[in-house]
């Protein structure tokens, strides 16, 4: 596709429930990384996903928070039993290849728990 | 540990004037460095990358990069309220695979 895109570009979920965010890197880029971006705070690293290489999960805050891909294509984020705390807004990047490499951002989905 | 720094701001400049926005990093491996501007409520937008020491200019903008001081800078000349955002530097360290990010520098330009 033209660029990085995410879904869905809102969602309000109950405290408790389960959430699914994906991103559809932009084609041919074989890195992406999730991040977390609560309101007027930096970017936090979530996971990076190279090829079929293992991803490197080493930013996920808790066993509550998982994220999949298959070879180049779409990632999943997975929340479960979501928390307050978890309300933020959650963005994808891609990039042609690892390290050293200009990343796009998708829009992001702002995740809001209730 | 990896860090990349930048003044939060605002830093606030009049319309027309030059916007002079840095940030320094503490990993002296670092190569790959990069402008994002983010709109409030927006994601993050690539607008500039420097590689090598010395000066980029890209329209109204130039990058500068001196890894020996380890510090970057994005200069914003005639600035337009527009510009107003947050711009975040970013880097890739040495032997690190993911980009780190400073927290921005918020950008008010007031007509």
């Known amino acids: 596709g033209a660029g990085v895109s995410q879904s869905p570009s809102n969602k309000v979920t109950e405290k408790g429930k389960d959430v699914e965010l994906r991103c559809d890197p932009i084609?041919?880029?074989?890195?992406l990384y999730w991040y977390r971006q609560r309101l007027g705070q930096g970017l936090e690293f979530l996971i990076y996903?190279?090829?079929?290489?293992?991803?490197?999960k080493s930013g996920l805050p808790s066993d509550r928070f998982s994220a999949e891909r298959t070879g180049e294509s779409v990632s999943t984020l997975t929340i479960q039993r979501t928390q307050q705390e978890d309300s933020a807004v959650y963005l994808c990047?891609?990039?042609?290849?690892?390290?050293?490499?200009?990343?796009?951002f998708g829009q992001g989905t702002r995740l809001t728990v209730v | 540990q990896k860090e990349v720094e930048q003044n939060s701001g605002p830093l606030s400049v009049p319309e027309g004037a030059i916007a002079s926005l840095n940030c320094t990093y503490s990993?002296?491996?670092?190569?790959?460095f990069f402008w994002y501007r983010q709109y409030s409520g927006k994601s993050p937008e690539l607008i500039m990358s420097?590689?090598?020491?010395g000066d980029k200019e890209d329209g109204r903008f130039t990058a500068q990069l001196n890894k020996a001081s380890q510090y970057v800078s994005l200069l914003i000349r005639d600035s337009q309220p527009s510009d107003s955002a947050t711009y975040l530097c970013?880097?890739?360290?040495?032997?690190?695979?993911?980009?780190?990010f400073g927290r921005g520098t918020s950008l008010i330009v007031h007509p």
């Open positions: 996903f190279q090829g079929n290489s293992a991803p490197d």
């Open positions: 084609s041919g880029h074989t890195a």
């Open positions: 990047a891609s990039s042609r290849r690892q390290g050293n490499i200009e990343a796009f």
């Open positions: 420097i590689y090598s020491n």
């Open positions: 990993d002296r491996g670092s190569q790959s």
């Open positions: 970013a880097l890739w360290a040495g032997g690190s695979y993911i980009p780190t």
